[in-house]
């Protein structure tokens, strides 16, 4: 994973741990059911990676093609 698609995620997830609102200025943010670990977009899959931030399981995957972070909660 590039870096910039890194801190993209970091900024989104620890957002979202911190005050729960899935959102972000540069980026759509879309939050999945829980426990999800993967998405399809357009006919292509985004895998999720889980981050750990506050105690809480955070799942989260970027993609490029469409500037979208999707998010689930562990």
């Known amino acids: 994973m590039q870096s910039e698609e890194k801190t993209i995620l ?9 005050t729960g609102v899935a ?3 540069q980026v ?3 939050n999945l059911p ?3 670990s993967v998405t399809i977009e357009n006919d292509r899959s ?3 990676e ?8 955070i799942w989260a995957g970027y993609s490029s093609r469409s500037n979208t972070v ?3 909660l562990g």
Request: hydrophobic letters at 40%; glycine letters at 4%.
């Open 28 to 30: 759509t943010v879309i």
């Open 10 to 18: 970091q900024r989104v997830v620890e957002n979202f741990a911190l």
């Open 46 to 48: 985004v895998m999720l």
């Open 34 to 36: 829980k426990g999800k």
């Open 50 to 57: 889980e981050y750990k931030v506050n105690e809480k399981s």
């Open 23 to 25: 959102s972000d200025d």
């Open 70 to 72: 999707y998010l689930s």
